[in-house]
C-alpha cells in the first residue's frame, strides 16, 4: 500500500528578478510502513518538497497525496494524519518542556496523558527538564522535545526535516535508533538529511539535487549500480594533490573524503604515467560517489 505518492511536482520561487526551481517535476513513491530517506545537499529541495506535503504551500504543477488525500483538496484531513518536525527549531523557546507539549496536545484535542506512551522512550529523556525553557535546551533535547510534539497526536505518517543537523553525534545516533524504533511499530517516516552516512539507516533513498530526482533506490541497490572503481590517496598536502589531479585529463573525478581523497579514472584504467609515489588503495564506493557520479552524468 502507498502511503506517500508525488508525480510531476515542481516548485518555482519568484525572487526579485529571478526565478528559482526549487522543484523539478519530481515523482516517487512510498510504502506504508517504509522509512525513506531523501538524501541531498542543503538547496536541493528536500524542504519545498516536505513543505508541499505537510499542505504547507502549494506546488506549481504536480499532485501529490499523503495516505490517499490529495495535498490541496484535502489539506484539512492531511494535517490531522501527519507530524511535521521543520528543519529549524520552531516550539516556543519562552514555554517550558511541558508546557510546549501541552500546547500541542491541546491544539490537535488530545493529551500528553492519552498518547503518553507514543512518545513514553523519547520523553522519558527530557523529562528531567520538564520544567526548562524549550530555549535553554541543548541541540540534541531541542530536537528530542520537537520530535515529541510531532508525535503527541499519534500520526500515520511523520516528516522530519534534517531532524540532526547542527547536533553532536552521540545525539544522532540516539535520535535515529528513535526513529527506527518507531518505524519498526509501523509507522511511515519520511526523512530528510544532508548527511551521506545517515542514508544507508534507511530502507530507501532518494537522491536529489538542483530540484531533480536522480536515482530511488535501497542504499545497497545505488552503490551495486555504480560501475567505477574508487581508489583512495593519503598525501600530506590533499588541497594541492586534489588540484594536480584535477588537472589530468584521465582522471574522471577526484574530490575530498574525510582525510583522504577519493579518485576515479576514465575507462576504469590507472594511467601508466600516474606517479609511481602516489599509493593508491581500491575501495568500496560509498553513497556519496553514487551520488557524485549521478551529478556528473547529468
Not at 82 to 96: A, E, H, I, K
Request: proline share 4%.
Amino acid at each position: 500500500m502507498i502511503s506517500i505518492s508525488v508525480h510531476n511536482i515542481s516548485k518555482i520561487y519568484k525572487l526579485k528578478n529571478q526565478e528559482i526551481k526549487a522543484l523539478n517535476e519530481v515523482s516517487l513513491e512510498i510504502e506504508k510502513g517504509e522509512l525513506f530517506g531523501l538524501i541531498g545537499p542543503d538547496g536541493a529541495g528536500k524542504t519545498s518538497l516536505f513543505r508541499i506535503l505537510t499542505t504547507l504551500i502549494m506546488a506549481d504543477s504536480g499532485t501529490a497525496f499523503v495516505e490517499g488525500f490529495d495535498v490541496i483538496k484535502d489539506m484539512k484531513e492531511i494535517r490531522k494524519r501527519v507530524g511535521y518536525m521543520p528543519g529549524r527549531f520552531s516550539l516556543y523557546q519562552d514555554l517550558s518542556v511541558l508546557e510546549n507539549l501541552n500546547f500541542f496536545a491541546d491544539i490537535f484535542g488530545t493529551t500528553l496523558e492519552e498518547n503518553y506512551t507514543i512518545i513514553k522512550d523519547i520523553y522519558t529523556q527530557i523529562e528531567p527538564f520538564k520544567h526548562r525553557k524549550a530555549g535553554k535546551l541543548s541541540g540534541g533535547m531541542k530536537q528530542k522535545l520537537a520530535l515529541c510534539c510531532a508525535l503527541i497526536h499519534n500520526p500515520e505518517v511523520l516528516f522530519l526535516d534534517e531532524p540532526t543537523t547542527g547536533v553532536d553525534p552521540v545525539s544522532r545516533r540516539e535520535f535515529w535508533a528513535i526513529l527506527q524504533n518507531l518505524n519498526q511499530n509501523g509507522m511511515t517516516i519520511m526523512v530528510s538529511t544532508p548527511y551521506m552516512d545517515e542514508a544507508r539507516l534507511c530502507r530507501r533513498i532518494a537522491l536529489i539535487q538542483d530540484g531533480k530526482i536522480l536515482s530511488v533506490d535501497t542504499p545497497e541497490g545505488i552503490k551495486n549500480r555504480y560501475e567505477n572503481q574508487v581508489f583512495t590517496i593519503r598525501s600530506e598536502n590533499n588541497y594541492h594533490l586534489l588540484e594536480k589531479l584535477r588537472e589530468r585529463n584521465d582522471v574522471a573525478s577526484c574530490y575530498m573524503f574525510g582525510e583522504v581523497l577519493h579518485v576515479t579514472f576514465r575507462n576504469n584504467t590507472i594511467p601508466e604515467n600516474f606517479p609511481a609515489d602516489i599509493k593508491l588503495t581500491k575501495v568500496s564506493p560509498g553513497i556519496e560517489d553514487c551520488f557524485i557520479d549521478l551529478m556528473n552524468r547529468r
